[in-house]
């Protein structure tokens, strides 16, 4: 091991202790965000798919980049 650790005094094991009290009463604020898979998300993504594709050359339609935003295969027509 190149370096050993020190060992914590009294003053610092209370600071880690404040530390982790205020972890636990803001964990609401501190906690990530749960990924929303509402119909506006998908939407939003298929709509940039659609724009994505037109910029190359390639015209979808909307429920074609739904389908690929939902990682299902668009239908053929």
Do not use: C
């Amino acid at each position: 091991m190149l370096f050993v650790a020190p060992d914590l005094d009294r003053r610092e094991l209370d600071v880690l202790d404040q530390v982790e009290e205020l972890k636990t009463n803001l964990r609401h604020q501190l906690a990530e965000p749960r990924r929303w898979v509402g119909s506006l998300r998908r939407v939003s993504l298929a709509r940039a798919i659609q724009g994505s594709n037109s910029i190359e050359g390639y015209e979808a339609g909307l429920d074609d980049a739904m389908d690929i935003a939902a990682g299902e295969e668009p239908l053929d027509d």
